[in-house]
């Protein structure tokens, strides 16, 4: 008996609603300079600019790869304290989405799944590098994607002090 009813469990049934699902979370490429090192004075107050990019490429017909950039410098002045880049990628599976949800995960939601660990990365390297911890702020990226919908545009870079 037992092993009949091991023999009719049922398989899951195929979900027909839409899936958004991490497949994998990687650092794709990541990149830090400091020209001159952390010197100063003691007097610490950069200009910080945080610039976001996304790039997506298709990696299979419900497959996609998601590339979050960020990059950060640090002014001093006219100096460059430092420039950080890193590019944070995720491989997404994303099914049974409408063209609109597509574009709006890829935009908004996969961003904002990377967005921690980009802004980890960008926190240890600058750390390492020798300069004091800086900790970015949240990102709303559904009011970045919805402003850029919208075609109010969204600006290439924020601001952040």
Not at 116 to 130: D, E, K
Request: hydrophobic fraction near 40%; aromatic fraction near 6%; charged fraction near 15%.
């Amino acid at each position: 008996m037992a092993n009949e009813a091991a023999g009719t469990v049922p398989a899951p049934e195929e979900a027909n609603g839409p899936i958004l699902q991490l497949q994998h979370v990687y650092l794709k490429d990541c990149s830090y300079e400091a020209p001159n090192g952390p010197r100063g004075d003691g007097n610490w107050n950069p200009q910080i600019n945080l610039d976001l990019q996304t790039a997506v490429t298709a990696l299979a017909p419900e497959v996609q790869e998601v590339v979050l950039t960020v990059t950060v410098s640090a002014k001093q002045g006219e100096a460059t304290a430092f420039l950080v880049e890193v590019k944070q990628a995720g491989v997404f599976m994303l099914r049974n989405l409408s063209e609109e949800d597509t574009k709006r995960a890829i935009g908004a939601i996969c961003p904002g799944v990377l967005f921690p660990y980009a802004r980890a990365q960008v926190s240890h390297l600058i750390t390492q590098g020798g300069f004091p911890q800086l900790l970015l702020p949240p990102v709303n990226f559904d009011a970045l994607y919805a402003a850029n919908q919208s075609g109010q545009g969204m600006p290439a870079s924020q601001q952040a002090n």
